[in-house]
């Protein structure tokens, strides 16, 4: 028997719905949207347009159009990040940070962009007014995960969209771990520009992702990050300038797509609400259960009210990678150790270089799979 407790990299099992939405395309239509006029290409569209519209509902902004898919929510933070910072200017973002964040920075910062790096607290959790410290004139963007991948805590994004908005500085939410089991509401939130992936809650496929671009954001101030065939406007040499298709160059995922939409009603069908609360009910037993472990350590805030259904701990005497391996080979357990591709979080937590036992249920784990592995854990820590 397995017990799948990796979903903060990507969600397991998925609703029937989403592989059967795939095969649908696969099987009886197969055709590319927006590339023929024929009854085929036609329901093609229709699938892609009904995944935009149901993100945009989920994500709270009024236009479809302004959902744009990609592979994953990496290349939509590198779309934006990339596009939006130039040489001399200035980008705010926090010690919290995944590599598809810090990466791209620390590569534009070789060509002259300022990076300004807002310490966390050693739980994960900001002051927003720490990052509003490190705003200046030259500020182009601000970039915060809306929670961590290494801990689960939810930062304030909220009041750090009231310091964008005042500043009037574009921000940029990465939204990979809270998409799908977290409210988020662009407008109330005052985000400009969010990243989603498809593949963690919102249920989807690998291989799905996309940036929503909030309904006041002018989009051309955003160049696109890659120029070739749209289906529309072919006869112009030059890549459009409309939405969504200036960021949407080549055949589209569409099996993929078709998948994501059947996830992303799966959530809207069973709610959020209802959803965060089986993971907070999930992950406040986890926490209580591993903290009255002796020789166990939980990281983060220890609190599940201000964070995801992710929770790293760490074992004393036992290296994060073994105990994973011990977990699955001999309870069945899956897990994920190390550093997540975020090691300046590592840092700020007090785990880099060694990392850390990250578990993370979803929307389908039960209490009896909180039973095992806390017995799993406990029977790892005393050495059975």
Not at 176 to 183: H, I, L, S
Not at 198 to 221: C, E, M, Q, Y
Not at 259 to 264: F, K, N, P, R
């Amino acid at each position: 028997m397995i017990i799948y407790l990796d979903n903060a990299a990507t969600s397991w099992p998925k609703p029937d719905s989403v592989p059967e939405a795939i095969v649908h395309h696969l099987r009886d239509i197969g055709a590319s949207p927006g590339r023929s006029g024929h009854r085929l290409a036609n329901e093609a569209e229709r699938i892609r347009y009904d995944a935009r519209a149901v993100i945009a509902e989920l994500l709270g902004i009024r236009d479809p159009l302004r959902v744009v898919f990609t592979l994953n929510a990496t290349a939509a933070l590198n779309l934006v990040i990339r596009g939006l910072l130039t040489p001399g200017s200035h980008a705010v973002t926090t010690s919290m940070e995944h590599n598809s964040v810090v990466r791209p920075l620390r590569a534009l910062e070789q060509s002259g962009v300022e990076i300004s790096v807002a310490p966390c607290r050693a739980d994960g959790t900001i002051d927003p007014d720490v990052i509003e410290e490190h705003v200046k004139l030259t500020t182009r963007l601000i970039v915060v995960n809306h929670a961590s991948n290494v801990c689960g805590t939810v930062l304030p994004i909220r009041e750090i969209g009231e310091i964008a908005r005042r500043h009037r500085v574009p921000f940029l939410v990465d939204a990979a771990q809270t998409a799908g089991c977290w409210p988020i509401d662009m407008s109330a939130d005052q985000i400009d520009l969010l990243a989603f992936a498809g593949h963690k809650s919102l249920l989807g496929p690998s291989g799905t992702g996309g940036l929503v671009i909030g309904d006041n954001f002018d989009a051309s101030r955003l160049p696109p990050m890659t120029y070739g065939g749209t289906g529309s406007g072919t006869e112009r040499d030059t890549q459009p300038d409309f939405l969504p298709d200036k960021y949407e160059s080549g055949t589209p995922n569409i099996s993929g797509l078709a998948g994501l939409a059947a996830g992303v009603r799966y959530v809207q069908e069973r709610g959020i609400g209802r959803i965060r609360e089986h993971e907070r009910n999930l992950t406040k037993s986890l926490i209580e259960g591993l903290d009255r472990i002796t020789g166990v350590g939980v990281l983060g805030t220890k609190d599940a009210s201000r964070q995801t259904a992710t929770i790293s701990f760490t074992i004393d005497g036992l290296s994060a990678s073994d105990a994973a391996q011990v977990l699955d080979e001999r309870f069945g357990i899956m897990c994920r150790p190390g550093m997540h591709c975020a090691p300046s979080a590592h840092r700020t937590l007090g785990t880099s270089p060694v990392g850390t036992i990250r578990i993370a249920p979803g929307p389908f784990s039960t209490p009896a799979d909180v039973d095992r592995l806390l017995a799993a854990v406990s029977s790892l820590a005393t050495g059975e």
